[in-house]
């Protein structure tokens, strides 16, 4: 009797000690990058919450898959989240135009926490400005962007500098994934 009462206290107990990932969603997401992470990470026992521009809307993948937001820029506190996964495809060139969006990267890194950015996901970074002095990798047509804005470019399938990893394309998902996982045992 006293287990069953102990129940939910010990449930409450899991999810307040239970990691969190943020994941961003744009129209235009490549389809992969953002469906792979969103669930290797709940495989791994990790609370994962999607932000896009607009809470509780539906975002459609380069390849026409659906997702639905869970909150808006605007609801977001980084102290709660352990990572930030930035997925690529088109959407981060609609994402670094919002400022909410680009704010929760610039306060994440200042936090030190977790960010990870794959294919065309480091333009986020560069539009944060956090990649000056840091060796990162992307999509091959974001390469000559990075280098721009200071950081060390190189072809690799997933770099970790200090809190950030990036990788370069869906075939690179695996690595990256790892990674970010490495960093968060940590």
């Keep these: 009797m006293v287990f069953i009462c102990m129940a939910p206290l010990f449930l409450l107990l899991l999810m307040i000690n239970m990691k969190k990932i943020l994941i961003f969603l744009e129209n235009g997401v490549e389809d992969s990058e953002f469906i792979y992470p969103y669930y290797r990470f709940k495989e791994e026992g990790y609370e994962v919450v999607t932000v896009a521009p607009k809470a509780y809307t539906i975002y459609t993948g380069k390849r026409g898959v659906t997702f639905t937001s869970d909150i808006s820029p605007k609801q977001v506190n980084v102290t709660e989240y352990d990572a930030v996964i930035i997925p690529g495809g088109q959407a981060p060139d609609r994402m670094r135009l919002n400022k909410d969006l680009v704010e929760i990267v610039k306060d994440t890194n200042m936090k030190g926490k977790i960010i990870a950015a794959i294919c065309h996901g480091p333009q986020m970074l560069i539009e944060a400005d956090i990649v000056r002095g840091k060796t990162a990798t992307s999509w091959p047509s974001v390469r000559t962007d990075l280098r721009n804005a200071g950081a060390k470019v190189v072809d690799e399938a997933a770099v970790t500098d200090g809190n950030i990893v990036t990788s ?15 960093l968060l045992k940590k």
């Design 168 to 182: 370069r394309s869906p075939d690179d998902l695996p690595d990256f994934c790892r990674s970010i996982i490495k």
